[in-house]
Nanobody
Framework: VQLVESGGGSVQAGGSLRLSCAASGDTYTSSCMGWSRQAPGKKRERVARIATGSGNTYYADSVKGRFTISQDNAKNTVYLQMNSLKPEDTAMYYC????????????????????WGQGTQVTVSS
């Protein structure tokens, strides 16, 4: 499985960005895909996930109402639309995939994802 991310950049607070994660391999069709982020000196934290088979989505409390995760099954791609960005959203954002379609949030720790992208930097200035 290969994951290729794109879409990071620098924006001012209140702005928007959309991240993309293109996945290769057959595991996409029934998997848990998600975005995590890691700021300097902090632990990697989960942001949003989607079960690609059911379409169920999950969000961290810190991004609910501002971020939306979605999928394009024809392109094996997952997106993260980020609106109303805040300086505290500044981090390296990573796409990850686990070949499971259940327990995509509560039953799956960030460290349990076996496949990761290279990361894309998001910087939000005040």
């Amino acid at each position: 499985v290969q994951l290729v991310e794109s879409g990071g950049g620098s924006v001012q607070a209140g702005g928007s960005l959309r991240l993309s994660c293109a996945a290769s391999g057959d595991t996409y069709t029934s998997s848990c895909m998600g975005w995590s982020r890691q700021a300097p000196g902090k632990k990697r934290e989960r942001v949003a996930r989607i079960a690609t088979g059911s379409g169920n989505t999950y969000y961290a409390d810190s991004v609910k109402g501002r971020f939306t995760i979605s999928q394009d099954n024809a392109k094996n791609t997952v997106y993260l639309q980020m609106n109303s960005l805040k300086p505290e959203d500044t981090a390296m954002y990573y796409c990850a995939l686990a070949a499971r379609n259940e327990g995509c949030w509560a039953g799956l720790h960030t460290a349990d994802f076996p496949h990761w992208g290279q990361g894309t930097q998001v910087t939000v200035s005040s």
